[in-house]
């Protein structure tokens, strides 16, 4: 079974430019989050999707940072544009409603953005 | 004041020692408490899941929890070098849909 897909796994880009980083969930799982990363600290929650309704945004900035899930499967993480303090890890996880009793999330490997 | 704490290490021991790694935090609501494990330029997998207070083990793992002192524990024995990566301890109210994760203690094995 494949795990979670991200791209791109490396990014730079010069501040105020836009990017966008593209997620493909384990197939079947219902629920979807994307996190950030900073160097040195511990995952923090973006945006959690449950099928395709955002089901909590409350950490994401959006003046710049928008997200969506069509269909309810892939999603894409758009940030625009994008400030030096962006730079982190970008990483997509995925959960089914068994994986979510044991608390388990399949994060993917992360989409590593540099900002200069 | 995060509401989980760690010590970032990094913690260096040698081949088969026990490993002692720990967490606290301040929120007494948390009920659901976890060790993810994250390689170096990899995503964090699920090592152990506990509920409430009270122990569990998984082979070399052993998760322990005391909710009267608000403090996790991960025990690692006989450590292998492949047991080097950041432990991550992560917690939630309940639901499971919204864990609050530690900074992480990075561990190095050496062989």
């Known amino acids: 079974e494949a795990g979670v897909v991200q791209s791109p796994r490396y990014k730079i880009i010069e501040k105020k430019q836009p990017v966008a980083f593209w997620c493909n969930p384990i197939?079947?799982?219902?629920?979807l989050y994307w996190y950030r990363q900073n160097l040195g600290q511990g995952p923090e929650l973006l945006i959690r999707?449950?099928?395709?309704?955002?089901?909590?945004d409350s950490q994401l900035p959006k003046d710049r940072f928008s997200a969506e899930r069509l269909k309810g499967v892939d999603s894409t993480l758009k940030i625009q544009p994008a400030e030096l303090g962006d730079s982190a890890v970008y990483l997509c996880?995925?959960?089914?409603?068994?994986?979510?009793?044991?608390?388990?999330?399949?994060f993917g490997e992360g989409s590593r953005l540099t900002v200069l | 004041q995060k509401e989980v704490e760690q010590d970032p290490g990094p913690l260096s021991v040698p081949e088969g020692a026990i490993v002692s790694l720990n967490c606290t935090y301040s929120?007494?609501?948390?009920?659901?408490f976890m060790w993810y494990r994250q390689y170096s330029r990899k995503g964090p997998e699920l090592l152990m899941y506990?509920?409430?207070?009270g122990n569990k083990e998984d082979g070399r793992f052993t998760a322990q929890v005391d909710k009267s002192s608000k403090y996790i524990s991960l025990f690692i024995r006989d450590s292998q070098p492949s047991d080097s990566a950041t432990y991550l301890c992560?917690?939630?109210?309940?639901?499971?849909?919204?864990?609050?994760f530690g900074t992480g203690t990075r561990l190095l094995v050496s062989p």
């Open positions: 992560a917690m939630t109210l309940g639901g499971f849909q919204k864990l609050v």
């Open positions: 929120n007494s609501a948390f009920q659901y």
């Open positions: 506990t509920y409430s207070s």
């Open positions: 197939s079947g799982h219902n629920t």
């Open positions: 996880a995925s959960s089914s409603r068994t994986s979510q009793n044991t608390g388990e999330l399949f």
């Open positions: 999707y449950e099928n395709e309704e955002a089901v909590d």
